[in-house]
């Protein structure tokens, strides 16, 4: 995959630029710059200033913090089909994070000043960002819902419905297969809990029918697994 012209589908596939019209969606293609970066690249850390945001095509870059104490604490890893480093360059504010590439990553560099300046001639595509940013806010809300209102198993129940939505969409199938690049560690960091507690989740989830693994695919019953995610109060 290289910097060939994509169309206006490929663009609005990124959330951030779902509601921009078609001849603002032109305007964000003239100024985005193809990029490639090797595994293990650190792309940039928190406190730098953002100067530009990242759509990601293909590969997978974590987002992590350094603790006080030394230890690196994994938030997220993004892949095909994201957005990173947006935030900075709309609010102003330092990178909050470390932005490190996984696997050899390859995506498109918008600088801030060229996006700001489509914002400002656009106000179709500002009330876009709004909704976009709207949107973040409430995913975020539910992320720490999550962790605070629900037992470990559900947690992971809803991580993995939430990996599948990423993929199919709400309409979720009867069943579908799953394939994580994440280590249970890595799971781990994103629910909030310690791997061995993740390691006996899975278990517990697979003796419950909700999830089968087998040669590095995880086959997923989405109806036990939204029982698990969404117990009875009962």
Known sequence: MNEINRSAAFWRSFPIFEGFGKETIAEIAAIATWRRWPAGTVIFQRGDEGTYLIVLVDGRIKLSLITPQGKELSLRQLEAGSILGEMAILDGQPRSADA???????????????????????????QAIIHYLCTKLRETTEQLETIALYDLEARV????????????????????????SLSQTEIASIVGASRPKINRSILSLEEAGAIRRKDGIIQC??????????????
């Open 221 to 234: 019953n989405i109806g036990r697994l939204q029982g698990i995610a969404e117990p009875d109060d009962d």
């Open 100 to 126: 490190t590439a996984v696997v050899a990553t390859e995506g498109y560099v918008i600088s801030k000043r060229d996006f700001l300046e489509i914002l400002t001639r656009n106000p179709t595509a500002s």
């Open 157 to 180: 129940a809803r991580f993995f419905l939430a990996t599948l939505r990423n993929i199919h969409g709400d309409d979720l199938p009867d069943s579908a297969n799953l394939q994580l």
